[in-house]
């Protein structure tokens, strides 16, 4: 590894949202979105505002096209400190097809082309199907998975440049995340939600694998070629988010971010809660 230049240290926010539709990755026994990330909801002028929050939003909110927000249809709110009934939530899968979904993305074009026209129902976390297991394959996680204990999680990244400015190194801690699992890191690179010019996410390394040990406790990083260049290049596509995501099936994808994505496969747990990392900028 090259030597390294500037660092910047960045605290992880818990969430359960990757982007804002489907409004969560995370749903509750009864088919309902649990979201802690952005909000969209109805300012006095009209529009759709999106904050912050934390909520319980129906799967049959209203859904506007790709790139656009329209108010979610709120169950209840979820106050910043849990009552002992809203901790013990189980956690559970999205179905396939995926609800309240407008992103026209393939995750795996070579490996599951036909992801988006699969159907699969809602499982609890400690439930999904993972392939070919057998009962005395020693399946670890037994417990159901509770949304007071996912937001326990917690990660801090370090971040530096090579002192080429070639490359971009990222250095993760994280506490508390569901012990015993297969985890996944991925990027979030400006284009990726961009209806005029989209791009697939991808991988943030690969492999992008991390286990937690019997705590929830890991550690994880990844060097990344220009993974900042300057947004005046030709077909530059910064990295502006991280997501760490818990894998439903226990698997790893290669290439790409998963089969299903969007709380079919991968569940986002922690992430910076703004596109970040401006001050950095690489070279090829």
Known sequence: MQAK????????????????????????????????????????DGSTVSNWGRAIVAADSPLPRFGEQLPYIIVRELPEVLSQDEQDIVLHTLPLPLPCNNYPMLFAPEQ????????????????VPIPDLRVND??????????GQWL?????????????????????????LIPHSLYTVMSLRQHDLDPQKLSRPGPLGVPNVFITDGL???????????????????????????VVLWMSYQSNYGGAIG????GGDIHAQLKLPIASFSEFTTIS
Request: aromatic residues 10%; glycine residues 8%.
């Open 112 to 127: 599951c082309p036909q992801a988006n026209a699969m159907e699969k129902p809602s499982y609890a976390f400690h439930q």
């Open 259 to 262: 089969w299903f994505g969007l």
């Open 152 to 176: 326990q999680a917690s990660g801090q990244l370090q971040l530096s440049l090579s002192e080429d400015k070639r490359s971009g190194h990222f250095e993760f801690v994280f506490r508390n």
């Open 5 to 44: 230049s500037y660092t910047a240290s960045y605290a992880l926010s818990v969430t359960t949202q990757g982007p804002t539709y489907p409004p969560s990755e995370v749903m509750d026994g009864e088919g309902n979105f649990l979201v802690v990330g952005r909000i969209n909801r109805l300012a006095a």
């Open 216 to 242: 929830g406790n890991a550690t994880y990083s990844a060097e990344m070629p220009d993974p900042f260049p300057d947004s005046s290049r030709e077909n530059a596509n910064r990295i502006i988010n991280v």
């Open 138 to 147: 020693g399946r670890k996680l037994k417990q159901a998975v509770t949304l």
